[in-house]
Every structure is written in C-alpha cells, then in structure tokens.
C-alpha cells in the first residue's frame, strides 16, 4: 500500500461528500445496454486489468490530523471489491437508482462500482459508477475507451494497451510540488487581478424555489443537426473555437434576460502536461471567467473575440481552481445567488465498443442524485462517424432550489439561441436573439 497526499480537487470533493448529506451526489454513472453475443467472462477480466492499470480506482481518502491522504491499494481480490453480476432485467431507473446513487464510503470503499445484469444470452446492461474524486469528464472517455480495449486484448483480437505514462498519485505530487515552489504564484496573481470586484452570475428571479419538488434533476435536449452545421460555419468564419461562440451566446441569453453578475464559473480540463493525457482522475478545473457586458450595440463578432480572449488567458492560468483563490468575488446584495455551472466538451464522449457485439447503446438517466451547483449546463459534442457529428445539453439541477419547467424552458431557449446564430459577423447580439 501507498500513501500520497490528497490533491486540491480531492480535498475539495471529500469536504462537498462529507457535509452536504445528500447521497449520491458526486456519483458520475454510465449505462450500457449490450445487444448481442457478450463473453462475460472477458469482460469480467478487463474490469479487474481496469483497475489494475489506473491506480486511483483503488484509492481511498483518510484524514491524517489536518492533512488528506490517499492511499493507494494493491489489485488484491478486484472482482468482490467491485463487482456485481447478476441475471435481471433493470429496464426502469428504478432499477439503476441503487447503481448509480449509493454512496461511496471513500475512507472505505474503493471508488468505482460495476454491474453486469443479464437479461438473456444477447442482452446485457453495465454500469459504470464512479465517484467524482476518482474521475472527470475526460477521465470517463479514458474508461470506456480503455475497458473496449482491454476486452479486445482478453479476447486475443489486439495487443495488450501500452502502460499509462502517469498515475493520478503522481499529478498529487507534482501539484504539491507547484504549490511548494511558488509556481502558481503568477496564475493567482492573475485571478487576483481579474476577478476584484466581480460578482458572480445571478439568474433572474423567475428562477424561484419550486412549491413542488420532484425526483427528476435532469434535462436533456438533441440539438438538431442544422444547428449544429451553424454554430461550425459561425465559428469558422469568425476563426474562433466553438466553444467561445456557443459561450458567447449563452452569456447574451443570460444577459439580455436580465442575470446580473460579471463571472460564470466554468469548468476546464487542465490537461495541460502530455504525461497526463491519459491519466484517470480528477484533473479538471472549474474557473471563473470574467466575461463583457452585453450592450445594445455590440455585436456577435466583437463578444464572440472578448469571450475567446477570456478563454485563452484562462487556459494560460487554469493550474488553479478558483476555489483555491483568495476570495476576491463578491457578492450581489439582492438574494444568495444560485450557484451555476458551464461545461463544454468535444469529442470526449466515446461509446463502449466491444468485439463481436452487435449493437451497444449508452443510456440516460433523467433522475439525478443531485448536484454540487444548484445548476450545471454541459453541452457535450461527440461524433459517431466522420459525417455524424452530435451535440446535445444535459441540465443538472436541484429540484429544491429550481422548477423543472423553468429549467426546460431555459435549455430550449439556449438550444433556439444557438440556432439564430448570425452568419454575419457584424449583427447586433440584441438584435439577433430577438429575430
């Protein structure tokens, strides 16, 4: 056994496990469905080389006086600490509630869950459950990718993977190391200086406490394909990413609806060291970028620029969760400000692909254990085919602080929002988002 110290996010995610009481919540779960001949028992072996080759699947949290360590354990009896295989049928989110919500005991528990539930020979669902302070949106990628090739290897269809270069215990270390020399001095300097005297976002106030609460948490919606086509040519002929043009016009629908506040806090890879690229673990930063105001007169074009001008001085600094910040933002006067979350991936969502399987599907969950900001907006691009590229929100809400309806509507309007897109740079935002 091996011990490290707790890394920034992980100390960050073990205080949000410990005292915000609500089970489940930091649980990042996937579905498969499996249509077709399976070979249990390899896939069984390539869950258990899974957690042999990414370490901070075997890693627990301990409190050691006033530091966080992790300790990592030895690949040791894998199948019984994670596995679970039965023969059942869990068509219902009923069924896949216990899965995907049951808390981890990260002091105990190793922090992934697997199960393989066999409804016939030709049809199987796995899931994948695993906690926040093992794992990241990219991380997730890695996973599924991972868990297809080892399967391929186990079946002896390809080689063995090539070892990860990095191990999440060593980008502990390797931040602790920053910290001690002074080397995110400057990144805090920067967030110093840009965010003095911001306030973060605050929704208008339609945005009340819901009188009824229900269990569902999450809205999804498909952008259509057209839309999708626009926000590649907007982006293209304004040579900006799609994620600044797609943050650009979030930022007016906010606005121009009335939110005040100058800071949305935003969530970033940090994958900045190649040596990491394929390490699993939680890497990712969440930053508070200080974006322009949006007046009557300015245009798509000019916000689209200050928008990316933000991104790209954040990616210079991103080393440094804003958490970690001395707190220079301040706050609105008028009511506690909902806390709010914007995260944009591309190409980071891959489909389990297994050998000689006819068809696998990934599958939704519109209940939600809850969230660790009272709403998340991730907007998710991922392509099928060459040809088929998608795009589509996911809303992560808590149901006791915000209305489902309420939520709906704002999705569709940021999905309608980015299909009146201008195709001429120099359209006025107002005027665009009114016709």
């Given at each position: 056994?091996?011990?490290?110290?707790?890394?920034?996010?992980?100390?960050?995610?073990?205080?949000?496990?410990?005292?915000?009481?609500?089970?489940?919540?930091?649980?990042?779960?996937?579905?498969?469905?499996?249509?077709?001949?399976?070979?249990?028992?390899?896939?069984?072996?390539?869950?258990?080389?899974?957690?042999?080759?990414?370490?901070?699947?075997?890693?627990?949290?301990?409190?050691?006086?006033?530091?966080?360590?992790?300790?990592?354990?030895?690949?040791?009896?894998?199948?019984?600490?994670?596995?679970?295989?039965?023969?059942?049928?869990?068509?219902?989110?009923?069924?896949?509630?216990?899965?995907?919500?049951?808390?981890?005991?990260?002091?105990?528990?190793?922090?992934i869950r697997v199960g393989l539930f066999r409804s016939t020979d030709t049809d199987h669902y796995l899931t994948l459950t695993v906690h926040h302070c093992a794992t990241d949106g990219w991380s997730q990628a890695i996973l599924v990718r991972d868990?297809?090739?080892?399967?391929?290897?186990?079946?002896?269809?390809?080689?063995?993977?090539?070892?990860?270069?990095?191990?999440?215990?060593?980008?502990?270390?390797?931040?602790?190391?920053?910290?001690?020399?002074?080397?995110?001095?400057?990144?805090?300097?920067?967030?110093?200086?840009?965010?003095?005297?911001?306030?973060?976002?605050?929704?208008?106030?339609?945005?009340?406490?819901?009188?009824v609460t229900t269990s569902a948490s999450r809205v999804m919606i498909e952008v259509p394909p057209q839309t999708i086509k626009r926000l590649h040519t907007t982006a293209q002929g304004l040579q900006a990413t799609r994620f600044s043009c797609l943050?650009?016009?979030?930022?007016?629908?906010?606005?121009?609806?009335?939110?005040?506040?100058?800071?949305?806090?935003?969530?970033?890879?940090?994958?900045?060291?190649?040596?990491?690229?394929?390490?699993?673990?939680?890497?990712?930063?969440?930053?508070?970028?200080?974006?322009?105001?949006?007046?009557?007169?300015?245009?798509?074009?000019?916000?689209?620029?200050?928008?990316?001008?933000?991104?790209?001085?954040?990616?210079?600094?991103?080393?440094?969760?804003?958490?970690?910040?001395?707190?220079?933002?301040?706050?609105?006067?008028?009511?506690?400000?909902?806390?709010?979350?914007?995260?944009?991936?591309?190409?980071?969502?891959?489909?389990l692909s297994l050998p000689g399987v006819l068809e696998i599907q990934r599958l939704e969950l519109m209940e939600d254990a809850g969230s660790r900001y009272d709403l998340e907006l991730h907007f998710a691009e991922y392509r099928l085919t060459d040809?088929?590229?998608?795009?589509?929100?996911?809303?992560?809400?808590?149901?006791?602080?915000?209305?489902?309806?309420?939520?709906?509507?704002?999705?569709?309007?940021?999905?309608?929002?980015?299909?009146?897109?201008?195709?001429?740079?120099?359209?006025?935002?107002?005027?665009?988002?009114?016709?």
């Open positions: 056994m091996r011990e490290t110290g707790a890394s920034t996010g992980q100390r960050l995610l073990w205080l949000a496990e410990r005292y915000r009481g609500d089970g489940g919540a930091l649980n990042v779960f996937s579905c498969f469905r499996i249509v077709g001949h399976l070979d249990r028992s390899v896939l069984q072996l390539a869950i258990v080389d899974l957690v042999h080759r990414h370490e901070i699947l075997r890693t627990t949290l301990h409190r050691q006086e006033r530091e966080l360590v992790q300790r990592v354990h030895p690949p040791v009896d894998v199948a019984a600490r994670i596995l679970r295989a039965e023969d059942r049928i869990p068509l219902r989110s009923a069924d896949l509630g216990p899965e995907a919500y049951t808390r981890f005991d990260l002091g105990r528990d190793w922090p868990l297809g090739a080892l399967y391929a290897w186990r079946a002896g269809l390809q080689p063995a993977p090539l070892p990860v270069k990095a191990q999440y215990s060593e980008f502990a270390v390797s931040e602790r190391q920053r910290h001690e020399e002074a080397r995110d001095e400057r990144d805090i300097a920067y967030w110093t200086g840009e965010l003095a005297g911001a306030t973060p976002l605050e929704l208008p106030a339609d945005f009340a406490t819901p009188t943050l650009a016009v979030v930022w007016a629908i906010f606005k121009t609806s009335g939110a005040r506040g100058e800071a949305l806090p935003t969530m970033f890879a940090n994958r900045t060291r190649r040596d990491f690229q394929d390490t699993v673990g939680f890497i990712a930063n969440v930053l508070m970028l200080r974006l322009p105001d949006v007046d009557e007169h300015i245009t798509f074009a000019q916000l689209v620029a200050a928008v990316q001008h933000k991104i790209l001085r954040a990616m210079m600094h991103q080393n440094v969760d804003y958490h970690v910040v001395p707190a220079v933002v301040g706050r609105t006067a008028s009511r506690a400000p909902l806390s709010l979350l914007l995260n944009f991936s591309s190409g980071l969502r891959q489909n040809d088929d590229v998608r795009l589509h929100l996911s809303c992560r809400f808590s149901p006791t602080k915000l209305s489902r309806i309420e939520v709906a509507k704002l999705a569709q309007t940021l999905v309608d929002g980015l299909a009146s897109l201008p195709l001429e740079p120099d359209v006025p935002v107002a005027t665009t988002l009114r016709g």
